[in-house]
Nanobody, 120 residues
Framework: QGQLVESGGGLVQPGGSLRLSCKASGNIFSRSSMLWYRQAPGNQRELVARVFSSGYINYADSVKGRFTISRDNAKNTVYLQMNNLKPEDTAVYYC??????????????WGQGTQVTVSS
């Protein structure tokens, strides 16, 4: 089993930067795809960025060129560097790990969420 603990959210002015961290416990991290989602009030949860265990990365169009996802397998941690933040980036950000278990099924782990507020 695994647990995910996020940190790094907060209040920032438009154009500012934040870095989110998500540390995984257990033995799941290196074999997992790691994803960041966000959910704004009244909206559905949306995928922001993901990094596969192979290192392949992709982003939502809305954050391309501004956000960078990275992983440090030695620290069991995935990061989301967010630059040039906009008010529409305001949301609760969730870390997610996906891993295929020995039975061939997909296991899903979620963090508790961290609030990001972009406002002047």
């Amino acid at each position: 089993q695994g647990q995910l603990v996020e940190s790094g959210g907060g209040l920032v002015q438009p154009g500012g930067s934040l870095r989110l961290s998500c540390k995984a416990s257990g033995n799941i991290f290196s074999r997992s795809s790691m994803l960041w989602y966000r959910q704004a009030p009244g909206n559905q949860r949306e995928l922001v960025a993901r990094v596969f265990s192979s290192g392949y990365i992709n982003y939502a169009d809305s954050v391309k060129g501004r956000f960078t996802i990275s992983r440090d397998n030695a620290k069991n941690t995935v990061y989301l560097q967010m630059n040039n933040l906009k008010p529409e980036d305001t949301a609760v950000y969730y870390c997610n790990a996906k891993i295929v278990n020995p039975g061939g099924l997909l296991d899903d782990y979620w963090g508790q969420g961290t609030q990001v507020t972009v406002s002047s």
